[in-house]
């Protein structure tokens, strides 16, 4: 027997289960976030060990966990990188591939950083609600829920700077952006009052969605 293991930026999820003998690198895949981390902890393993330099490939967290949800074997991978917990369907997934009795070892903290220009316009008033009035399709105006008419910051937040809205923000496959429409998209959308008027008009995850009208554009954490 040995471990099968998930890392975390946040948590690093790892599961117990026989695993191949067949090669002798652990391999690893998962969050972009952890990847310089992971792979400066391989190097040091190999040069300090009498074992190969594990392998670290990225790819997102979901992406990771959800090769690590695949099964035991000397074709599935040992370690999956994540920057956000496992999820209960994901331990589901795995637990149905013979992937049992996870265990999470956390490394770290992930955390989110709003930068702008060092020359531009200062955000000094940016609060989860401005990102939610920025970045969703559907928000709060006059009372009613309507279709996101801001071009610029200052028409929803006169504190913000009357510059046209541009964000670039994680993609869906990594678990930063998970955290992103946790902490600052589901939170703006509770304090706009958007969330009861999107319950009450069956919109769902519209508290989490983002505008497609080139104002927002994911970027590739890798």
């Not at 319950?199 to 989490?208: H, S, T």
Request: hydrophobic share 45%.
């Amino acid at each position: 027997m040995t471990v099968k293991l998930t890392a975390s930026v946040l948590a690093i999820a790892a599961v117990t289960a026989s695993a191949a003998v067949a090669r002798d690198n652990v391999q690893i895949a998962g969050s972009s976030t952890v990847l310089p981390y992971a792979s400066i902890v391989a190097e040091a393993f190999g040069e300090n060990f009498d074992f190969p330099t594990p392998v670290v490939e990225s790819g997102g967290s979901s992406a990771g966990l959800k090769r690590f949800c695949e099964g035991v074997g000397e074709n599935t991978i040992d370690i999956a990188n994540a920057s956000r917990k496992i999820k209960d369907k994901e331990i589901a997934a795995c637990a149905e591939a013979g992937v049992t009795d996870i265990i999470e070892v956390r490394i770290g903290y992930d955390g989110i950083v709003f930068a702008s220009q060092l020359n531009g316009p200062a955000f000094t008033a940016l609060e989860p609600a401005d990102i939610f009035n920025a970045l969703a399709p559907k928000v709060m105006k006059d009372g009613a829920l309507v279709d996101n008419p801001y071009t610029k910051w200052s028409e929803f937040n006169p504190a913000l700077p009357d510059v046209e809205i541009a964000a670039f923000i994680p993609g869906t496959k990594h678990g930063t952006r998970e955290v992103f429409e946790e902490k600052v998209l589901a939170a703006g959308c509770e304090a706009t009052g958007a969330k009861e008027a999107l319950e009450a008009a069956g919109i769902e995850d519209g508290c989490i969605a983002v505008r497609t009208d080139g104002k927002s554009v994911d970027i590739d954490g890798d």
